[in-house]
T-cell receptor, first 112, second 114 residues
Framework: GDSVTQMEGPVTLSEEAFLTINCTYT??????LFWYVQYPGEGLQLLLK?????DKGSNKGFEATYRKETTSFHLEKGSVQVSDSAVYFC???????????FGKGTRLSVIA | NAGVMQNPRHLVRRRGQEARLRCSPM?????VYWYRQLPEEGLKFMVY????????ESGMPKERFSAEFPKEGPSILRIQQVVRGDSAAYFC????????????FGPGTRLTVT
């Protein structure tokens, strides 16, 4: 079945550092890809998405590009802030109204 | 437009009791998904429902767990005779049912079994 693998955390960065969280997927078809963010004690919020190869999702300074050739959807941000501290989940979803398949999550801590 | 509502936010049950978790989808959404998040783990799919129908329950444990989404009212995830291993955060998500729409998550119910 489909699966998502993302880099293990925790990741600790200083404010204004560059962030990369790696995510790769396996799928039989052409899934949509997502990054969700979970702040402490809260539910998941959609951060960005891409629905086809070479699409770039972006939001709040975060970006990720759907790379079909490397089956990847790495999350990047040029300059992180303390308020970005959270757990980030990469997810895939096969076409149609299907369940999301999540990675295990990467905890990010940004220190001032 | 209110988001996905879940209640209670926190639920404590003793071993052997029943836990009942509620999810009200966003207005206009007719599809509901339930996921479980164990400590330090990602979310795992449990069940997918439309109004009055279970579409996919492949992630649901075969015993003690059941789910419904009646014509009127919220979706209910029911866990009978809870055990300590059921302690987790349970999230529901809703979507309007069209292929291009993402799923919107509720704040979750954190179940603790003592």
């Amino acid at each position: 079945g489909d699966s998502v693998t993302q880099m293990e955390g925790p990741v600790t960065l200083s404010e204004e550092a560059f962030l990369t969280i790696n995510c790769t997927y396996t799928a039989t078809g052409y899934p949509s890809l997502f990054w969700y963010v979970q702040y402490p004690g809260e539910g998941l919020q959609l951060l960005l998405k891409a629905t086809k190869a070479d699409d770039k999702g972006s939001n709040k300074g975060f970006e990720a590009t759907y790379r079909k050739e490397t089956t990847s959807f790495h999350l990047e941000k040029g300059s992180v802030q303390v308020s970005d501290s959270a757990v980030y989940f990469c997810a895939s979803r096969p076409p149609g109204n299907t369940p999301l398949v999540f990675g295990k999550g990467t905890r990010l801590s940004v220190i001032a | 437009n209110a988001g996905v509502m879940q209640n209670p936010r926190h639920l404590v049950r003793r071993r052997g009791q029943e836990a009942r978790l509620r999810c009200s989808p966003m207005k206009g959404h007719s599809h509901v998904y339930w996921y479980r998040q164990l400590p330090e783990e990602g979310l795992k799919f449990m069940v997918y429902l439309q109004k009055e129908n279970i579409i996919d329950e492949s992630g649901m444990p075969k015993e003690r767990f059941s789910a419904e989404f009646p014509k009127e009212g919220p979706s209910i995830l029911r866990i009978q005779q809870v055990v300590r291993g059921d302690s987790a955060a349970y999230f529901c998500a809703s979507s309007p049912g069209q292929e291009s729409y993402e799923q919107y998550f509720g704040p979750g119910t954190r179940l603790t079994v003592t």
